[in-house]
């Protein structure tokens, strides 16, 4: 697998670059016992990613990492993998662990099931009430965004430096919808993020993240 480029940072002030930047990165392919996997519903599930394409990942994001970067990774082992051998190329990287609330969105009763089994009627509920759904009765949409808020929060209040996230499609849609609304509005199916998050993407973003405090649709 060729990892996608690196997409370039959106413009910051000298005070925002100064922090550093954060890089999210998106885990290589997964080993889906269930094919195709594209048609399959899998988020906490904790299947593994293809070795190989997490070699030729982590390869490419060492060259491109700045040095002393922090690594943090989902307690998923398709993105600790990925951390384990970006360290072993790059030393330099500092360890900054698993973080949970970098995991992916929990499809509850959901997971492993593929999305025609699943049901249109199914997808169109939580269309309908798509920030407070529990996707099969497991995470709603405003569950995830407010632990990933909570990650960036803490991550920007601590100090200069460049981070690096290795993490999950649904973690990085929240932090595009996190850095680009601009209102209280609560997210709704036709605003969530509708860029593609492929396996291997990796997205910069300036360290200083746009809020400090709680979001207005926060309960």
């Known amino acids: 697998m060729t990892p996608n480029p690196v997409s370039p940072a959106p413009p910051a002030d000298p005070?925002?670059?100064?922090?550093?930047?954060?890089?999210?990165?998106?885990?290589?392919?997964?080993?889906?016992?269930?094919?195709?996997?594209?048609?399959?519903?899998?988020?906490?599930?904790?299947?593994?990613?293809?070795?190989?394409?997490?070699?030729?990942?982590?390869?490419?994001?060492?060259?491109?990492?700045?040095?002393?970067?922090?690594?943090?990774?989902?307690?998923?082992?398709?993105?600790?993998?990925?951390?384990?051998?970006?360290?072993?190329?790059?030393?330099?990287?500092?360890?900054?662990?698993?973080?949970?609330r970098l995991d992916e969105l929990d499809f509850g009763a959901w997971e492993?099931?593929?999305?025609?089994?699943?049901?249109?009627?199914?997808?169109?509920?939580?269309?309908?009430?798509?920030?407070?759904?529990?996707?099969?009765?497991?995470?709603?949409?405003?569950?995830?965004l407010q632990r990933v808020q909570a990650a960036l929060i803490e991550q920007a209040a601590d100090g200069p430096g460049e981070v690096v996230w290795l993490c999950h499609a649904g973690v990085i849609r929240a932090c595009l919808w996190l850095y680009g609304s601009t209102s209280s509005a609560t997210p709704q199916a036709d605003t969530w993020p509708r860029t593609t998050v492929s396996c291997a993407y990796c997205k910069e973003f300036p360290r200083t993240y746009p809020r400090t405090g709680e979001l207005g649709w926060r309960s």
Do not use: M
Not at 63 to 84: D, E, K, N
């Open 112 to 144: 492993g099931r593929r999305w025609d089994d699943i049901g249109e009627a199914a997808v169109a509920a939580w269309v309908r009430n798509f920030a407070d759904a529990r996707v099969g009765g497991g995470e709603s949409v405003r569950q995830l």
């Open 15 to 100: 005070a925002s670059d100064a922090l550093g930047r954060l890089w999210l990165v998106r885990h290589a392919r997964v080993l889906c016992p269930v094919e195709p996997v594209r048609a399959t519903c899998y988020g906490r599930l904790d299947w593994p990613a293809d070795p190989q394409a997490t070699q030729e990942l982590a390869r490419t994001l060492a060259g491109q990492l700045p040095i002393g970067a922090r690594l943090r990774s989902s307690t998923r082992q398709r993105t600790r993998l990925l951390a384990h051998e970006l360290q072993a190329l790059r030393p330099d990287l500092q360890p900054g662990g698993a973080d949970a």
